[in-house]
């Protein structure tokens, strides 16, 4: 069964740092997409972050650019996002995905596969 794993969750202050990884089981991921999601109780999921297979290039959300970034290790085949200057709005369950294509893009419905998600909580 093709799983994606997510880790690095957990409770930071305001201000603080977290990086999340996401690492594939059962398959390779290395020639699609990948994207990082959230979902904040009561709200719908939305688009945090993408990156295209071999140029890195790379696309955010208004509300994380210049804060989070995501990066790649295709000899890994993990995806990692670095969230820093945390704040109590981006307290939220993330989830990672890949894409059947190439390209970064910030619509879920062209994310395939889909992690079970980890739970970052920014405190005051």
């Known amino acids: 069964q093709v799983q994606l794993v997510e880790s690095g969750g957990g409770l930071v202050q305001a201000g603080g740092s977290l990086r999340l990884s996401c690492a594939p089981s059962?398959?390779?991921?290395?020639?699609?997409?990948r994207g990082w999601f959230r979902q904040a109780p009561g709200k719908e999921r939305e688009f945090v972050a993408s990156?295209?297979?071999?140029?890195?290039?790379?696309i955010y959300a208004d509300s994380v650019k210049g804060r989070f970034t995501i990066s790649r290790d295709n000899a890994k085949n993990t995806v990692y996002l670095q969230m820093n200057n945390l704040n109590p709005e981006d307290t939220a369950t993330y989830y990672c995905?890949?894409?059947?294509?190439?390209?970064?893009?910030?619509?879920?419905?062209?994310?395939?596969?889909w992690g079970r998600g980890t739970q970052v909580t920014v405190s005051f």
């Open positions: 990156i295209n297979v071999n140029s890195g290039a790379t």
């Open positions: 059962g398959r390779s991921f290395s020639n699609y997409a």
């Open positions: 995905a890949a894409t059947r294509g190439m390209v970064a893009t910030p619509r879920s419905y062209e994310y395939a596969y």
